[in-house]
T-cell receptor
C-alpha cells in the first residue's frame, strides 16, 4: 500500500468511550501531523511530530492524546469526547526539510468522527 | 501572524471553461511558500501546486497554474479547461514556519467549485 492511510474511515462513539485513530505513511517521511476539519472552519493543526518527537501542540484539549511510536505510525487516542469534537480528522506526513523546500504535506483520507 | 483569505465560498462554472479561485495572504516573512490543495467529497487533501515567494515565474502543473502577484499578496489558482472531476473544495495554504524540519501550514476557508455539464 502506498501514500498515507488512516483507519477507521468512519467512527461513531459515545462521550464515555475510548477509541484510537491510526495513521500510517509509506512515503519514508519523518514528520507527521494531525489536523481537525470541522464544518465551515479552516483546517486546524492539532499536533506536529518530527522524528517521533512532538514539536507542536496547538492548545488541544487533553481528551486528545497523540502517540508517535515510529516515523511511519501516528495515533490519536480519544477519551471522554464532546459532541463538538465531531469532525473529519486528517493525518499528514512530509519529509523533514528546510524553509525553502518545495516539499509539501501528503494527506490521508481522514477519519469521519461522530460523537453522540 | 500568517493568514489566508479565500473570499469565494462557492463557484459554479460550465465544463471546459477556465476558472480562477482567489487567495490572498498576509505575512511579514520574506521567505514563504504557498500551496493549493483539492479536497473531493472522499475527504482526502490532494496537493495541486506550489509557489515559493522567491520564484520569479508563476508555477504551472498541467491544467493548473498559479497567478502569483507578490506585491498584492495574492496567489490565485487558475484551472484551464475545467472538467466534471474538478468539482471539489479547494484550499489555499501557506507554510508559516519550520519546526525541527516539520512545516506548519495555515489554511484558508476554502472554495467549493462545482463544474456543470
Amino acid at each position: 500500500e502506498t501514500g498515507v492511510t488512516q483507519t477507521p474511515r468512519h467512527l461513531v462513539m459515545g462521550m464515555t468511550n475510548k477509541k484510537s485513530l491510526k495513521c500510517e505513511q509509506h512515503l519514508g517521511h519523518n514528520a507527521m501531523y494531525w489536523y481537525k476539519q470541522s464544518a465551515k472552519k479552516p483546517l486546524e493543526l492539532m499536533f506536529v511530530y518530527s522524528l517521533e518527537e512532538r514539536v507542536e501542540n496547538n492548545s488541544v484539549p487533553s481528551r486528545f492524546s497523540p502517540e508517535c511510536p515510529n516515523s511511519s505510525h501516528l495515533f490519536l487516542h480519544l477519551h471522554t469526547l464532546q459532541p463538538e469534537d465531531s469532525a473529519l480528522y486528517l493525518c499528514a506526513s512530509s519529509p523533514r526539510k528546510g524553509l525553502t523546500s518545495t516539499d509539501t504535506q501528503y494527506f490521508g483520507p481522514g477519519t469521519r468522527l461522530t460523537v453522540l | 501572524a500568517q493568514k489566508i483569505t479565500q473570499t469565494q465560498p462557492g463557484m459554479f462554472v460550465q465544463e471546459k471553461e477556465a476558472v480562477t479561485l482567489d487567495c490572498t495572504y498576509d505575512t511579514s516573512d520574506q521567505s514563504y511558500g504557498l500551496f493549493w490543495y483539492k479536497q473531493p467529497s472522499s475527504g482526502e487533501m490532494i496537493f495541486l501546486i506550489y509557489q515559493g515567494s522567491y520564484d520569479e515565474q508563476n508555477a504551472t502543473e498541467g491544467r493548473y497554474s498559479l497567478n502569483f502577484q507578490k506585491a498584492r499578496k495574492s496567489a490565485n489558482l487558475v484551472i484551464s479547461a475545467s472538467q466534471l472531476g474538478d468539482s471539489a473544495m479547494y484550499f489555499c495554504a501557506m507554510r508559516s514556519v519550520i519546526i525541527q524540519g516539520a512545516q506548519k501550514l495555515v489554511f484558508g476557508q476554502g472554495t467549493r467549485l462545482t463544474i456543470n455539464p
